[in-house]
């Protein structure tokens, strides 16, 4: 038997030194809430989607214009067998046009009950993460036609990125009229 009780002995011992010599985990002073969303940019300004309204990001596809549409309606794009309707995002709100060409540009997918939409950005600058502390509910300098839409903002690196709800803006009774006639 004392054959077995050594062995024993030993990883005891070998266990004490090692506690004794071991570093404490570094303490976690402060815990960080985050938010976060998909960066854009639309007419030179930052923008951030909440992440749950965004289900995809495109390259602009090719479409296929569709006659007695509003000019922001720029068509139909067939998206792996699905109709995708294309919208100029800085068309639809009368805002300044960006230098960006088109091989910048993106399309945000948002798909919101039964409407799904294809939204053109200038670019699309990927997930964005903010302390949730750096919530601001009112925005400065929103464009009229963009100030329903923007449910405040976060500030990151001395930038203000205005929070965009592509979920309001489907529900919109402007952004559902796409015909010229029905005006």
């Known amino acids: 038997m004392p054959a077995q009780i050594a062995p024993f002995a030993v990883l005891s011992d070998i266990a004490k030194r090692s506690k004794s010599f071991a570093e404490g985990l570094p303490a976690q002073e402060e815990v960080v809430e985050l938010w976060n969303g998909i960066g854009f940019t639309l007419a030179g300004e930052h923008f951030v989607a909440p992440m749950g309204e965004v289900i995809e990001i495109l390259h602009l596809p090719r479409v296929t214009q569709i006659p007695g549409v509003k000019n922001w309606m720029l068509g139909l794009a067939n998206v792996r067998g699905r109709l995708l309707p294309v919208m100029d995002l ?3 709100f009368n805002l300044t046009k960006t230098s960006m060409s088109s ?3 993106r399309v945000l997918v948002v798909e919101h ?3 799904l939409s294809g939204l053109v950005v200038d670019s699309v600058q990927g997930m964005q993460y903010f302390s ?6 009112t925005v400065e300098n929103v464009s009229r036609s963009m100030a329903p839409f923007i449910d405040g903002a976060y500030t ?5 990125w205005k929070v965009f709800s592509a979920f309001t803006l489907t529900e ?5 009229n796409l015909s010229l006639w029905g005006s």
Do not use: L, S, Y
């Open 113 to 115: 009950g039964e409407v």
């Open 132 to 137: 949730a502390d750096r919530f601001q509910d």
């Open 90 to 92: 800085g068309h639809f």
């Open 103 to 105: 091989r910048n540009k």
């Open 172 to 176: 919109a009774a402007d952004f559902m």
């Open 156 to 160: 990151k690196n001395n930038e203000t």
